[in-house]
């Protein structure tokens, strides 16, 4: 399955992408992350030639949750696990990442000082790998005691989803929230039913991987702290997506990038600035002169395999 992957959308590149496509039919769009804007995607609509066809995931959602109280109920009681885990992991990696500050700040003095800040970021990676199993296997225990593929409500919203999707010449994946973006994809078990190209583009590019990193140096209330916060369709494996990298990173630290490099190798950080576009290959792998993030703390362009 092809999948592109585009910069923010703010200087829209989405017509020409489809264009190079020569599109021939419906496209199928998800704007679920925009929330109770989901329908107002006039502008969308004008770059896909008006061949848009949403498929209205955050409505079909809160269908569910007005006539199917069970679901909804069990569904926000494991929200509020998710959150409490979340929130204890935050604390934990506040404590490790201090640690590979503090280490870092030291400076060389030897190899065992070296050896000493790599195992102080192989704890980080380790925890976040602990974070992700943690919340992959809550909402993993979710889905099978509430079974949602039996529930008849969801089992036709899910029929009718497959249905728009299997006479779709594309999928057009937007951004805005991530985690409503990302629930609604899992509850409607889009993944299986996605063979034609997939264009995403900031939450919806982080939405595709395994990983899903919240990340912001630029925040108001000063950098915070990248966290891993769970997984997207996985449709694209061992990279993290990074939307506004440059409005929300800061690039120019260079120490500061090669340890956020480094926490997250062999997972490979894509830049998706404006004007963005990464054509993946059928295994998913990201094409030559992709923008990304190397151990070093440097931007860069992949080199060819």
Same mark, same amino acid.
């Given at each position: 399955?092809?999948?592109?992957?585009?910069?923010?959308?703010?200087?829209?590149?989405? $017509?020409?992408?489809?264009? !190079? =496509?020569?599109? #021939?039919?419906?496209?199928?769009?998800?704007?679920?992350?925009?929330?109770?804007?989901? !329908?107002? #995607? !006039?502008?969308?609509?004008?770059?896909? #030639?008006?061949?848009?066809? &949403?498929?209205?995931?955050?409505? %079909?959602?809160?269908?569910?949750?007005? +006539?199917?109280?069970?679901?909804?109920?069990? *569904?926000?009681?494991?929200?509020?696990?998710?959150?409490?885990?979340?929130?204890?992991?935050?604390?934990? =990696?506040?404590?490790?990442? +201090?640690?590979?500050?503090?280490?870092? @700040?030291?400076?060389?003095?030897?190899?065992? %000082?070296?050896?000493?800040?790599? *195992?102080?970021?192989?704890?980080? %990676?380790?925890?976040?790998?602990?974070?992700? +199993? %943690?919340? &992959?296997?809550?909402?993993?225990?979710?889905?099978?005691?509430?079974?949602?593929?039996?529930?008849?409500?969801?089992?036709?919203?899910?029929?009718?989803?497959?249905?728009? /999707?299997?006479?779709?010449?594309?999928?057009?994946?937007?951004?805005?929230?991530?985690?409503?973006?990302? #629930?609604?994809?899992?509850?409607?078990?889009?993944?299986?039913?996605?063979?034609?190209?997939?264009?995403?583009?900031?939450?919806?590019?982080?939405?595709?991987?395994?990983?899903?990193?919240?990340?912001?140096?630029?925040?108001?209330?000063?950098?915070? @702290?990248?966290?891993?916060?769970?997984?997207?369709?996985?449709? =694209?494996? &061992?990279?993290?997506?990074?939307?506004?990298?440059?409005? @929300?990173?800061?690039?120019?630290?260079?120490?500061?990038?090669?340890?956020?490099?480094?926490?997250?190798?062999?997972?490979?950080?894509?830049? /998706?600035? &404006?004007?963005? @576009?990464?054509?993946?290959?059928? $295994?998913?792998?990201?094409?030559?002169?992709?923008?990304? =993030?190397?151990?070093?703390?440097?931007?860069?362009?992949?080199?060819?395999?």
């Amino acid at each position: 399955m092809k999948v592109i992957l585009l910069g923010p959308q703010r200087r829209p590149t989405l $017509d020409a992408v489809a264009a !190079s =496509l020569a599109l #021939d039919g419906p496209v199928a769009t998800i704007t679920a992350g925009w929330q109770e804007r989901e !329908s107002a #995607d !006039s502008e969308l609509s004008e770059l896909l #030639d008006g061949r848009d066809v &949403n498929l209205t995931l955050y409505q %079909r959602w809160l269908d569910v949750q007005e +006539r199917d109280p069970e679901f909804a109920t069990a *569904e926000r009681l494991t929200r509020d696990v998710l959150d409490d885990v979340q929130e204890i992991y935050l604390l934990r =990696l506040d404590h490790a990442l +201090r640690a590979v500050d503090e280490i870092s @700040r030291l400076g060389d003095n030897g190899s065992y %000082r070296a050896d000493e800040l790599t *195992e102080a970021i192989a704890a980080v %990676r380790e925890l976040d790998a602990t974070h992700l +199993r %943690r919340v &992959n296997g809550i909402r993993g225990e979710f889905y099978a005691r509430l079974q949602p593929h039996r529930r008849p409500l969801v089992a036709e919203h899910r029929a009718e989803i497959e249905r728009l /999707l299997g006479e779709a010449v594309a999928v057009v994946i937007a951004g805005g929230h991530v985690g409503v973006l990302t #629930d609604t994809l899992h509850l409607f078990n889009v993944a299986p039913f996605l063979r034609s190209p997939v264009i995403a583009w900031s939450a919806g590019a982080m939405a595709l991987t395994d990983r899903i990193l919240l990340f912001h140096d630029r925040a108001p209330q000063g950098p915070g @702290r990248p966290e891993v916060y769970g997984a997207g369709l996985s449709v =694209l494996r &061992n990279l993290v997506a990074l939307p506004h990298a440059r409005a @929300r990173l800061l690039l120019d630290d260079v120490p500061r990038m090669a340890l956020f490099a480094r926490r997250l190798a062999p997972v490979l950080p894509v830049l /998706l600035e &404006n004007g963005a @576009r990464v054509d993946t290959g059928t $295994d998913g792998a990201c094409p030559a002169g992709t923008m990304v =993030l190397a151990e070093d703390g440097r931007v860069t362009a992949l080199a060819a395999r």
